[in-house]
C-alpha cells in the first residue's frame, strides 16, 4: 500500500508547489477594463547565439523607468536567467500610442562602442506583456556597407478578444534608426508605438502558437520516424534476446533431466561458472551507490514526464521545469538512501553511513563543484545566470531540511529491511580462473556496442533537445518524447542482457560491474555528442557558453550514465537469476 501512495502523494506534492508558484508570480488575472494598465516587463538581453550569456536589459542604455520595480520571480524563473524588471513605458488597455517619445539619450563614445559591439553579436531582447513573451534584435549590420544601426522605435501589435490580451506581436522601424558606425557622441531618442487589435482566437488558446512550431507536418514526420526506428529495433532485439532464453532453456531443461549425462559430461561456458557467478563485486560501496543515484533518477525523470504529459510544461511557463527538477530531486532523496543502503547490506556491507554518505555526494558533489565554478564564470561576466545569494540559501535549505533527511530516512529504513541476496546458486569458496579474452570481449569494446545502438535510436530527439535546451526552439512533443524514452530503457535492458550472456558464455563472471558500465554508456554518447552539436550545428562562442554547455552537459550525462547504468544492471541481474534459476547447482 506505501508503494502506491508515495508515487502519488509526491505528485499531487509537485503540482502543488508549481500552482502555488505561478499563482505568486501572476500579478493580473488576464482581464482588463478600458485603460487598466497590463503588466508590461522587460526581461534580458544577450547574444542570439550564446542562449546562456544574458544580461539585464538596462545594461544597456535604455530608458530607465522612474520608478522601476523587480517582479517577484519563483525559483524556477531565476535559475533561468529570468531578471523581470517593469518596462520604461507604461501599455494601457485598448488605448493606441503613436511614435510616442520614451526619452532622449546622448550616447558617449564607449556607450556607442558598447551598442555597436552588441549589434555585431546579434543581440536580442526579452519582453513579456500580460505574460506573453516578445523578442526583437537591438539593430542592424549592412554588411555591404559595413555600417551599424540600432533601432530606437519600437511597435507593438497587440489582439485582444473581449477583456483579455490574446497575441501580441513587435516590429522596428527602419525609418528612425540610428548609425553606430563611428566612434562618435550620439542623441538617440527612444519611441514606442502601440495598436490594438481585435481578434476571435479564444484566450484559452494563446499559447497555441508557440508550440505549433513542433508539430508542424516535417517535424511530426521525422518525430514519428525516429519512434518507428526505435519500435524496430525493440523488437528485433527482443526478438534475438527471446531466442538466446529459448536455447537456455532447452540446454538447462537437458542438462537436468538427463543425470548421466550431467555427470559425465565437464561443464563448458556458462555452466561452468555456476560457483562464481554470484560472487560479490569488488567496491561494493559505490555500486551500490550508482544503483540508489540511478534508481532516484530514473524515478524523477518519470515524474517529469508525467507532469509534461498533463500539461504543466506548457510553452513559456517560466521557470516551471526547473522549479519541478528541485523539488522532485529534493523528494526522491528517499528512494536513493533506500534503494543503496538496501543494496550495500544484502551484499554482506557493514558500514551503511560511509555508504550513504557516498550516495548523498555521488551525482550531487560533482553537480554542486560544476555549479560553484560555472556560477563564478556568470558573476565575472554580470550575467544574468549568476544566481543572487538569496536563491542559493534557498536551494541549500533544501538540501539540508528536505533532501539530507529524507535521504538518512530512506537509508534507516533499508538497513533495516533486513533482506537477503536471492542467489539460486551458492557461492564457491575460491573464485575460478578467467581465461583470456578476446580484445572485443574487454569492458571498453563492450561498452561501445552497448551505448551505440541506443544513441544511434535517440540521436533525433536528442538534437531537437538541444535546439531546446541551448538554442530558441520550442520543444512541446512530450508524449512522443516519452514513447523514445521508453525504448531507450528496453533497448538499454535488452542489450546489456544479450552481451551479458556473451560474457557468461566466455566464462567471465565478472558481470555486476561490467552491466553497469555498458548500460550507462549511452551516457557517454550523449556527452560526445555535445561536441560535434556545438562545433558543427551551433555558432555559440565565448569562454561562459562554452563552458556552460560543456560543464552542464557533464552533469547531465553523469546523470544519464547512472540512470541508464541502473536499468542495465537491473536487466542482467534478472537475466542471469533466470538462467542460473533453472540448472541445478550444487
Known amino acids: 500500500?506505501?508503494?502506491?501512495?508515495?508515487?502519488?502523494?509526491?505528485?499531487?506534492?509537485?503540482?502543488?508547489?508549481?500552482?502555488?508558484?505561478?499563482?505568486?508570480?501572476?500579478?493580473?488575472?488576464?482581464?482588463?477594463?478600458?485603460?487598466?494598465?497590463?503588466?508590461?516587463?522587460?526581461?534580458?538581453?544577450?547574444?542570439?547565439?550564446?542562449?546562456?550569456?544574458?544580461?539585464?536589459y538596462f545594461d544597456l542604455l535604455y530608458c530607465l523607468p522612474v520608478n522601476a520595480k523587480e517582479k517577484r520571480l519563483s525559483l524556477g524563473e531565476v535559475l533561468n536567467g529570468d531578471r523581470l524588471v517593469s518596462g520604461p513605458f507604461p501599455i494601457e488597455f485598448l488605448r493606441e500610442r503613436k511614435s510616442v517619445p520614451v526619452c532622449k539619450k546622448k550616447l558617449s563614445k564607449e556607450d556607442v562602442a558598447k551598442f555597436r559591439a552588441a549589434v555585431h553579436e546579434d543581440y536580442y531582447y526579452q519582453m513579456y506583456v500580460d505574460d506573453l513573451p516578445i523578442w526583437g534584435f537591438l539593430g542592424m549590420v549592412d554588411k555591404r556597407q559595413q555600417r551599424y544601426y540600432l533601432f530606437n522605435h519600437i511597435h507593438l501589435n497587440i489582439y485582444y478578444n473581449k477583456d483579455r490580451v490574446v497575441e501580441i506581436t513587435s516590429g522596428l522601424d527602419t525609418k528612425t534608426m540610428v548609425e553606430l558606425t563611428e566612434d562618435k557622441e550620439v542623441d538617440v531618442e527612444f519611441l514606442y508605438t502601440v495598436e490594438w487589435k481585435e481578434t476571435d482566437v479564444p484566450f484559452e488558446k494563446r499559447m497555441a502558437k508557440y508550440s505549433q512550431?513542433?508539430?508542424?507536418?516535417?517535424?511530426?514526420?521525422?518525430?514519428?520516424?525516429?519512434?518507428?526506428?526505435?519500435?524496430?529495433?525493440?523488437?528485433?532485439?527482443?526478438?534475438?534476446?527471446?531466442?538466446?532464453?529459448?536455447?537456455?532453456?532447452?540446454?538447462?531443461?537437458?542438462?537436468?533431466?538427463?543425470?548421466?549425462?550431467?555427470?559425465?559430461?565437464?561443464?563448458?561456458?556458462?555452466?561452468c561458472i555456476h560457483g562464481d557467478v554470484?560472487?560479490?563485486?569488488?567496491?561494493?560501496?559505490?555500486?551500490?551507490?550508482?544503483?540508489?543515484?540511478?534508481?532516484?533518477?530514473?524515478?524523477?525523470?518519470?515524474?517529469?514526464?508525467?507532469?509534461?504529459?498533463?500539461?504543466?510544461?506548457?510553452?513559456?511557463?517560466?521557470?516551471?521545469?526547473?522549479?519541478?527538477l528541485v523539488v522532485l530531486y529534493a523528494l526522491t532523496s528517499g528512494i536513493a538512501g533506500y534503494t543503496?543502503?538496501?543494496?550495500?547490506?544484502?551484499?554482506?556491507?557493514?558500514?551503511?553511513?560511509?555508504?550513504?554518505?557516498?550516495?548523498?555526494?555521488?551525482?550531487?558533489?560533482?553537480?554542486?563543484?560544476?555549479?560553484?565554478?560555472?556560477?563564478?564564470?556568470?558573476?565575472?561576466?554580470?550575467?544574468?545566470?549568476?544566481?543572487?545569494?538569496a536563491t542559493i540559501v534557498v536551494i541549500a535549505l533544501i538540501w539540508t531540511l528536505v533532501s539530507s533527511p529524507l535521504l538518512v530516512l530512506g537509508g534507516i529504513i533499508g538497513k533495516n529491511s533486513k533482506a537477503e541476496f536471492q542467489a539460486?546458486?551458492?557461492?564457491?569458496?575460491?573464485?575460478?580462473?578467467?581465461?583470456?579474452?578476446?580484445?572485443?570481449?574487454?569492458?571498453?569494446?563492450?561498452?561501445?556496442?552497448?551505448?551505440?545502438?541506443?544513441?544511434?535510436?535517440?540521436?533525433?530527439?536528442?538534437?531537437?533537445?538541444?535546439?531546446?535546451?541551448?538554442?530558441?526552439?520550442?520543444?512541446?512533443?512530450?508524449?512522443i518524447l516519452f514513447i523514445i524514452f521508453i525504448t531507450l530503457l528496453i533497448v538499454t535492458a535488452l542489450i546489456t542482457a544479450t552481451l551479458t550472456h556473451?560474457?557468461?558464455?566466455?566464462?567471465?563472471?565478472?558481470?555486476?560491474?561490467?552491466?553497469?558500465?555498458?548500460?550507462?554508456?549511452?551516457?557517454?554518447?550523449?556527452?560526445?555528442?555535445?561536441?560535434?552539436?556545438?562545433?558543427?550545428?551551433?555558432?555559440?562562442?565565448?569562454?561562459?557558453?562554452?563552458?556552460?554547455?560543456?560543464?552542464?552537459?557533464?552533469?547531465?550525462?553523469?546523470?544519464?550514465?547512472?540512470?541508464?547504468?541502473?536499468v542495465g544492471y537491473l536487466a542482467a541481474l534478472r537475466f542471469v537469476r533466470h538462467v542460473y534459476g533453472s540448472i541445478k547447482c550444487e
Open 340 to 389: 543503496a543502503t538496501s543494496f550495500y547490506c544484502q551484499l554482506g556491507g557493514t558500514n551503511w553511513v560511509r555508504n550513504l554518505l557516498l550516495t548523498g555526494c555521488l551525482f550531487c558533489g560533482p553537480l554542486l563543484l560544476t555549479f560553484c565554478f560555472l556560477n563564478a564564470v556568470a558573476v565575472a561576466y554580470t550575467a544574468t545566470a549568476a544566481l543572487p545569494p
Open 213 to 271: 512550431s513542433s508539430s508542424l507536418p516535417r517535424h511530426l514526420g521525422i518525430h514519428w520516424n525516429s519512434v518507428t526506428n526505435s519500435c524496430m529495433a525493440v523488437l528485433l532485439l527482443a526478438g534475438f534476446l527471446a531466442a538466446i532464453l529459448r536455447i537456455l532453456n532447452n540446454d538447462s531443461v537437458k542438462y537436468a533431466n538427463d543425470e548421466e549425462l550431467a555427470e559425465d559430461q565437464e561443464e563448458t561456458g556458462w555452466k
Open 1 to 56: 500500500m506505501a508503494e502506491k501512495i508515495l508515487p502519488a502523494t509526491l505528485f499531487v506534492s509537485v503540482l502543488l508547489v508549481l500552482s502555488v508558484d505561478q499563482a505568486s508570480s501572476d500579478e493580473s488575472d488576464h482581464r482588463y477594463r478600458q485603460g487598466d494598465q497590463v503588466p508590461f516587463y522587460v526581461n534580458k538581453v544577450g547574444p542570439f547565439h550564446n542562449p546562456s550569456e544574458t544580461y539585464r
Open 278 to 324: 554470484f560472487r560479490f563485486p569488488k567496491h561494493k560501496s559505490l555500486l551500490a551507490a550508482c544503483l540508489g543515484s540511478g534508481t532516484q533518477l530514473l524515478t524523477l525523470t518519470v515524474f517529469i514526464f508525467m507532469l509534461a504529459l498533463v500539461g504543466v510544461f506548457y510553452p513559456y511557463n517560466r521557470g516551471a521545469l526547473l522549479t519541478a
Open 502 to 566: 556473451l560474457q557468461l558464455a566466455a566464462e567471465d563472471h565478472r558481470w555486476w560491474w561490467r552491466s553497469f558500465l555498458c548500460g550507462g554508456s549511452t551516457g557517454l554518447f550523449i556527452y560526445a555528442y555535445c561536441f560535434y552539436y556545438y562545433y558543427a550545428l551551433t555558432e555559440m562562442s565565448g569562454f561562459m557558453q562554452t563552458s556552460f554547455m560543456f560543464g552542464y552537459m557533464a552533469c547531465i550525462s553523469f546523470g544519464c550514465f547512472l540512470m541508464l547504468g541502473t
Open 424 to 479: 539460486p546458486c551458492r557461492t564457491a569458496e575460491n573464485a575460478r580462473e578467467i581465461p583470456p579474452l578476446r580484445w572485443y570481449r574487454q569492458t571498453i569494446p563492450q561498452m561501445a556496442i552497448a551505448g551505440l545502438l541506443p544513441f544511434i535510436l535517440i540521436h533525433t530527439e536528442l538534437y531537437y533537445i538541444f535546439a531546446s535546451v541551448w538554442g530558441h526552439r520550442i520543444y512541446t512533443i512530450y508524449g
